[in-house]
């Protein structure tokens, strides 16, 4: 009984889990959110990719069947779609897609990381399905640390995300790519500073679905008995595990604990 | 030729290290900066002992003479003053001793991290030095991201800072702690708002005194000849060699290197 491994530098990728949950409830999920190292966003290439090889390799160890990088930093390092043959699939290639399917002929705009923005994946995914399509990768480096203080609906946020904003809306974007898994619970203000003519785009849909389109046709082996979710984290924080409960409910948590990396 | 070490989660703590050479300029200094793992104020005492230990170890495989822990965080887990044997200094001692002073009878405000603040080490030390006196400390988690995205100037910084002083400013603070390296170039916007009243303190120079005097009391071997400054980071992201530079002006760094940790 093989589980899908998930993992996140925190713990905004329960976000994605959740999607997995919905599309595939047999599934048994262990997930890793990498909490003693994050931010992941402001950090070089180098350490991303030697923190990327030692978390899957862990969910490896727990005998993982395939690894979700729930993580746009982590995605953005990506070089392929597996690592010594244990096929991974990142949140990048499938926001792209998501994002073209809403989009109406204007630009895209990507709001994400430092690092994710320095990588230029979002660019050459979106380019690879549209060539020639104006693109506007928007660093948000404030926006984990605000979200993380709990600020989301705070004066100050607004004011961040305007400026943020600013350039990718004077381009004539018409849709935006929330770029981070920490990005979701700022939908609602994004939306609402970026007025209806924009969509806001997650990608935690958009991977759920990749993952399970691999399940049936075949590609990813089905569970065979109905399996629940296990999370490790690399440090216990207080509030991580309310927090990661409240983004998983209705899905209970069977069992959190603390991984040594 | 043993070298002092001196180690921060960033590179915050190079204030600490500037203070130290002007007033010992002879002695060779090797500096960590755990720049990979940045930042330890939103994480668990258990994590922040356990990256001390990795920091003060690998700082004893180059040889040095003693570590000052520039870091307010895990200056606040020291449990203390050597580690196996090796002399340790942190600096939430010489700044509670240095508010002491400064102090004219009112309460002592401390802005640190929310790791900082948890542990109470600054209420401690500033309650041995003086029995019954007003401590308020305020954790302020959103001034790193701040001073890292170079938004010291800023009217958002100003509009955060404002909200972090206003219960030390209610209980009649006349000195207030900047209880992290990150917070020294925000110091003339909180002298500003704290207003003349109030004497604003950082911890480097008293820190720097405190090794000068154990050198001159012999409790610390003196250098028997003059010595540079080497710097490891244990990331290179972009950008830290230049601050670094800037900050440590006008004493020059002989090597920047990378250390896996």
Known sequence: MAAIGVFDSGIGGLTVLRALKQMLPDEPFVYLGDTARLPYGSKSPRTIRNYLHQNVAFLESLGVKAVVVACNTASSVLEGDDLHGLPLYGVIQPGAQAAMAASQGGAVGVLAT????????YRHALERLQPGLQVVEQACPLLVPLVEEGWADDPVTETVLQRYLSEPLATGVDTLILGCTHYPVLKHVVQRLAGPGVTVIDS????????????????????????????????????????????????PIDSWSLADL
């Not at 440090?235 to 409240?246: I, K, S, V």
């Open 114 to 121: 430092r690092a994710t923005v320095a990588s230029s994946a």
């Open 204 to 251: 935690a849909q958009t991977t759920a679905q990749v993952v399970k389109n691999d399940i049936m046709r075949g590609r990813l082996a089905a569970t065979t008995r109905p399996g629940g979710i296990d999370v490790f984290t690399t440090d216990l924080a207080p509030g991580f595990r309310e927090l990661g409960t409240r983004i998983l409910a209705p899905y």
